[in-house]
Structures are given as structure tokens and as C-alpha cells.
């Protein structure tokens, strides 16, 4: 048993809780296909989107100096950091020169990856994450669970309860409108009392120097108009060519995400505020290494739509917390390992590697066709758990010559009649951990179609 | 430093260059009669409000009669009272905010608004409630339209915005009114 498996059945143990989240990311998923299927271009457009990425990708160096060279224009202050230390130094650097000590905070999985919270709380600078979903888990202190919906995995009573503690709602009202409506006093507040902004970046323009972001709640913008100082955080993949490219991104981030047309802002920071200061930092941290990946290249195009993940069956059975990464899913399980292959090396095996997470990636990435590569890879590399090694090599063996197969499947079939349930169900059969076992048919394909195939000749009828 | 390495990586790194598509075209034959209709059904999908006048002279009439409070950006007198280092406690205050949209795009209600149309940036997303004026012929089809039209904006800060704003993020229920306007319509003229 692995890391991810054991995580997953933690999850799985509140069975009503695990239908819930697997039917609601089910409804996400399906109001996608509805977006998707309303736009009759839009295989074209995920070609389109596909593309551009893999261009950009093979430009990306002079990109990022046009970006930086046009963004310097603007009267922004461009900043680099090659790993999440350095970053999180340049940020706090920013915020000590100007002596700033209250800092909001709009959603960016870039900071979650760089650590960035506990860094800045370190030192003494507090930062309150603005997007209602980001504040809940916040006050939690838990990690986002999904990229999208960063508390999909709690339940309107749990929230309820946590407001009533934090910010003193009635004991008892669970009403969304009612919490969510608290929660806009309370964080009203804190952005008009705020110094420092920080956001993500869904998309960097680099013809133009602007950073363009996305949010249904306008937490992004309500932070950067407020606050005399805003700081953007990019990856070095978030660049795109033109205003022109960017139509077809906008186009397919908010449908393939949560199934609207396009989320209520779309954001277009250009210049400064008058008076105002507008930094940002453009950060590698793996990044530019991933990109010598040949095989794995394709996973840097990702806009962090969280399609794969609504749609994975595994995902949806198992919760984003069973990852243990930053970025969970399908997606996440690409790019973690790289990061840490020690830490995650179980996470490629969580998969079915039924393919649907390709299919609805608006980049067209080939996220189940890496992930059985790095399968591959791990078991090469020798980096996977040893029963796991062992069973496959065993397995191998016997799929590899005919008696040894008509042997075991024989085996098989005898001992799942005829040995106890305890003896079957031993800890070393992971698959029939809440499974059952297929009921045992009394002969093997072969043997039936020797029986009854036999003698009626056709093409593969020779017996 | 940091800059340099992380070029030099890139260098080493990246594939042979790829070359970059042709501009996606909008697909299907423009129908500038349906591009309304279109934007009227997606607004109705995003939360928002319709209100539809005949012309300039019946916005007015419209406006004075059915929004007589409103704070309303199209007029020059309302800038002076709102300059652009307007304290943020007094934007707060803020009820019914009234906008001239620049143009709408059909396939998602949005409406494009650059930094020209209000004296403060905070103004469309602090207000309780907005509201903005679009005239009926600034409509385009999709977000190529779009951008070719605002792509070309040279002020510091411009937003597309399609509804009230809104959370799911409990339970995935539906709120208008996360952190920006509770309340958005659109009077066409």
C-alpha cells in the first residue's frame, strides 16, 4: 500500500461524503461538455490552443525578455526568481520596503507551491487569502484540495461551524448566502486596510507586458485597486504571444474549468495606479528544467483549468488531499514526481489511465499517455515500492509464455472457490480491498472456445 | 542572476522552435442581427439584468426614471466628485454604480471597460450594484472580435465583465456577491 492509496481510503471511509464530492465534480465535468458542445469550433480551438503553447514553449526565452522589456515600458518593476526560495525572498523584499505589514492575497497555486504563506507569517507579515474558498481552507489550515474549488471537499455544516468560530456567525446557519455573505463583511475589511496585493497570473502578454486574471468573485481586483502596492506572480509558462492568442485561452479556460462561457472578470493589469506600484515576479522553479523533458515537455502548456481532475474517476473517488501535492489529479500526478520523485513516485499508479483526462484538456496535453510513461520510467528507475515490482514481475512471467498462463489462470480459479475468504482476501490483495473478486466462470476463454469453436473451421476456427 | 540562469536553462532546453498558427478566425458568417439575441440569452445565464430603450434620448428618460440614485460615470460632474485619489473608504460607500460598457461580446456577455471609463479603478467591482449602458451596435461575436478590438488598449487597466460577482465555493452553490457587485444589468439603447 502506498502513500496515495492509503490517503484515498481515509477519504473513502465517509462514504456519503465520497459520493457527494464524486457527483458534484461529476456536475462540474458535465456542465463542461454542455460549454464545450455550445461551441461547434471547439475541437479546433483546443488545436489552436494547443499550439500556440508548443510554439511559445520553443520561443520562451525571448518571450520572457519581450515580456520583461515591454512591462519595464509600462512602469512596472520586473523581477526574476530561478527557485521558490529566491521568490519568496523577492516578495517579502517588496513588502519590507514598504514597510508593509498587511497583505491580501487572490487565489495563485504558484504561491501554494512556493510555500509563500508560511514564509511571509514567519516574518511577521500576515496574509489573508481572499477567494472564499482559499480563506475557508485558510482558516482550516489545510491545503486547497482542488486548483478550481479549493474546498470542495468540505461540507456547508463544517463551514458553518468554522464561521461561527472565526467570525462569529450564528451557531447553526449553514445557509451559503448567509456564510458567504459574512465572509464579504470580513474580507471588505481586510482589503480596504490592505498595503500589499498579491495575485496569480493566468496569462502573460508579452507583446503587450500585461498580466491578465481571471476570478468569478473580483477578489483579484477588489486587492490590486486597493492596495497601494500589487505584485503579480508568473511562471515562466504562463507567457503567451499576442493580445490576438489570447482570445482562444479566454475562450476555453472558464468552460473547461467550471462550465461557464467566461468568468465574470477578466482582469488586464497594463500600468501601474497612479501613485501606485505594480511589481512582478517571474518565477522558474523547476520550470526551465521541465522543459529538457522531451517526454514530459507537454505538461509546462497546462492553464490550470482543473478539467482533468473533475473528470478522473480517480480523483473523484479519492479527494485532492490523497495526493499529497500542490496540484492534485491527473495533471498534478505528471508534474509532482518531477519535482520530488521520492515523495510521489506512487502518484503516475493513480490512475486508471482511462484517457478521459486527455480528452477534456483544453491544450490538448497527453496527460495518460505521460502518466504511463513515467509508470514505465519508475519501474526502470527502480523508484517503485518493492510488492508493487515484485507482483509485476511475477505478473510478466506469467503473461509472458502460454503454459504458465493456462497454469495460473487455472490456479486462480480453483482457489477462489475452493480456499477461506481470509486466505484470498490476505493483505497482499490491494485489489480486493472493498472489492470483490470477479465471481470464478467454470472454464477459461480458451478452453470454451476450444469446446465450442472446435471443427467449425473459418479463420481462426482451426482448433 | 536569476534572470540569466533561467534564460540560459530555457537555451538549453526547449525544443526546435514550433512555428506559431495562423490567428483563429471566426468561424461561422457574421449575423450582426442574432448578435444581440445571443448576448441577451448568455447575460440571462451569467445573472444579469436586461433592460432594452430606443436610443440615447430614452437611456435618459430610462435612467432618471428607474435609476434616479445611481452614480453614474458618464457624467463629467461625477468624476469631480470621485478624482482618481478618491479615498477607497469613501468608494466603499458606493450603491448603485452606473458605467458606459465600450462593446459586448455575444458569446459570453461580457463587456469591455478600460480605465477610461471610470476615475478609480475600484469603481466597477466596490459598488453594491452596477450597471452599464451599452450601446446596441458595440456588439461582437466572440473573443477574437474582441481582442482585436481591445487589444489594442493603451491605458493601464481594462476588464471584461460578464455578470454580478459570484462564488460557489460552498458546496458549489451558486452566491452573487462574493467580494463585487451583488447586482449587474445591462440597458441596451
Known sequence: MTGHAQQAGQFLKNRERAAWHDETLWIVRQKRDKMARAVPEWEDLREQASQIKQHTLSELDNYLVQFEKQAQKNGAQVHWAGDAARFNEVVSGIIKENNATKVVKSKSMLTEECGLNPFLEKKGIGVTDTDLGERIIQFREEPPSHIVMPAIHLKKEEIGELFHEKLHTEKGNFDPTYLTAAARVHLRQKFLEAEVAITGVNFAVAETGTVVVCTNEGNADMGVHAAPVQIHCVGIEKMIPRMTELGVFIRLLARSATGQPITTYTSHYQRPKPGGQMHIVIVDNGRSEHLGREDYRNALKCIRCGACMNTCPVYRRSGGHSYGSVIPGPIGSILAPHSHIKNYNDLPFASSLCGSCSDVCPVKIDIHDQLYRWRQDLSEKKRISPTKRHTMKIAGKILAGSKMYDFSGKMARWGIKNLPRKLVYNRLNVWGKERELPEVPKESFKQWYKRTQQGKGGKNGQG | MDRDKILQTIRENKAKTAPLPKPFGSPTEKQDSGLINRFKEMLQQVGGGCFEVNGAEELHAFVGEHFPGATDFRKEETWKEFPPD????????????????????????????????????????????????????????????????????????????????????????????AHGAKKYSVIFY
Open chain 2, 86 to 177: 478618491c479615498p477607497k473608504e469613501k468608494l466603499a460607500q458606493l450603491k448603485t454604480v452606473m458605467l458606459e460598457g465600450q462593446f459586448g461580446v455575444a458569446e459570453n456577455a461580457a463587456i469591455w471597460l478600460d480605465e477610461t471609463r471610470f476615475p478609480n479603478r475600484l469603481i466597477p467591482f466596490i459598488a453594491e450594484e452596477l450597471i452599464v449602458c451599452l450601446y446596441s451596435k458595440q456588439i461582437v461575436q466572440d473573443m477574437h472580435e474582441a481582442y482585436s478590438k481591445s487589444g489594442k488598449n493603451t491605458t493601464g487597466f481594462g476588464v471584461f465583465i460578464s455578470g454580478p460577482s459570484k462564488t460557489a465555493d460552498i458546496e458549489q452553490n451558486l452566491v452573487f456577491g
